[in-house]
């Protein structure tokens, strides 16, 4: 079995997949990773550890230590600028996507549902870009391929208001209503790699800080969550 991951920045893979790359790879499947950007217009760290001009090459030094806790064999950087995602041509967006996607032959395809969990921009930009991708592949394969949002559920969301968590930068977060979820994936068992490897941003610190800090207010067996979205071939 081979998972193909499309998302935004370094750390979106790690935060919200990392636990079920961990578990399929143990499992024998092989994970590859599209990154559409090098994080460029992220934090600095505090204190900073990293100038704005060499942040680019720092985050994918430690998206590439963050992979290989997580079992991800091979990384595709499309090279496009932080924050500029939602300015570039969908079809141009989805058809690098499409290459890579038809080049590799995955069984599942992994990025953000249509809100991009944060509403960023990007995220929503390439969660749009990979889902159309994705809908052109369907129609050329006859193997079994299935394609999964990556989602966060609006019960845990709302812990998180509850608990104090505050994000605001993009607009109101809402979640995934539950019902809507499809996929729990159980990864109790390999939570502490993940969370070495979300220790591996270390640039984006606070992020990570909050992340886990989050996670663990949802008390008991840790998940990550997923929504079907499309399938092909079952038969």
Not at 2 to 29: N, Q, W
Not at 95 to 100: D, E
Not at 188 to 198: F, G, H, L
């Amino acid at each position: 079995m081979k998972m193909l991951l499309v998302f935004a920045h370094p750390d979106d893979e790690t935060f919200y997949c990392s636990g079920t790359i961990i578990r399929l790879v143990r499992l024998g499947a092989k994970a590859q990773l599209i990154m559409a950007t090098k994080g460029e217009a992220g934090s600095l760290g505090n204190p900073p550890l990293a100038t704005k001009q060499a942040l680019g090459k720092i985050r994918e030094r430690e998206l590439k230590k963050a992979a290989k806790i997580a079992g991800i064999s091979k990384i595709y950087f499309l090279g496009f600028k932080d924050g500029t995602l939602q300015k570039v041509p969908l079809n141009k967006l989805s058809s690098k996507i499409l290459s890579i996607i038809t080049k590799e032959k995955p069984d599942l395809v992994f990025t953000f549902e249509k809100n991009g969990i944060t509403l960023h921009p990007d995220h929503i930009a390439i969660s749009k870009a990979t889902t159309e991708s994705f809908k052109r592949y369907m129609k050329t394969t006859k193997r079994h391929v299935r394609l999964y949002h990556a989602c966060l559920p609006q019960s845990h969301w709302a812990k998180y208001l509850a608990a104090g968590y505050k994000y605001d930068f993009f607009g109101k977060m809402t979640g995934t209503p539950d019902h809507e979820i499809t996929t729990f994936v159980n990864i109790t068992d390999v939570y502490a790699r993940k969370v070495k490897a979300v220790n591996c941003h270390e640039t984006q610190k606070e992020d990570c800080r909050n992340h886990l800090k989050n996670q663990n207010l949802i008390l008991g067996p840790k998940y990550e969550h997923f929504k079907l979205i499309a399938e092909s071939n079952i038969i």
